[in-house]
């Protein structure tokens, strides 16, 4: 992993007051942050947020749901604003198609 990648995790790290470790993956491993401080809530719905080194970006992943429901951060400043949009757009196709 470069040293931006790194200090750009670091970063985002440090701006939430989190804990970072690194799993290895064989390549270039993907960082996480802290278990319980990564999971954010909205309507009941719970994603993970993680920070991919190979592609330089946050991701979010719903836990709690039978779907499978995985979005893209573009900046820091926005992941609650994301995951909400995410959720209330997953919750208004739930209702177009009568899915519970």
């Not at 920070?51 to 749901?65: E, F, K, P, R, W």
């Amino acid at each position: 992993m470069n040293k931006s990648k790194l200090d750009l995790i670091k970063q985002v790290a440090k701006n939430y007051n989190i804990e970072i470790k690194e799993v290895a993956d064989g390549q270039g491993g993907i960082y996480y942050m802290k278990d319980d401080d990564n999971i954010i809530e909205y309507k009941g719905y719970q994603a993970e947020i993680k920070y991919s080194a190979d592609d330089n970006c946050l991701y979010g992943n719903v836990i709690n749901t039978k779907d499978t429901i995985c979005f893209e951060i573009e900046d820091v400043k926005t992941i609650m604003k994301t995951f909400q949009e995410v959720i209330d757009d997953y919750l208004e196709m739930c209702e177009k198609v009568k899915k519970e």
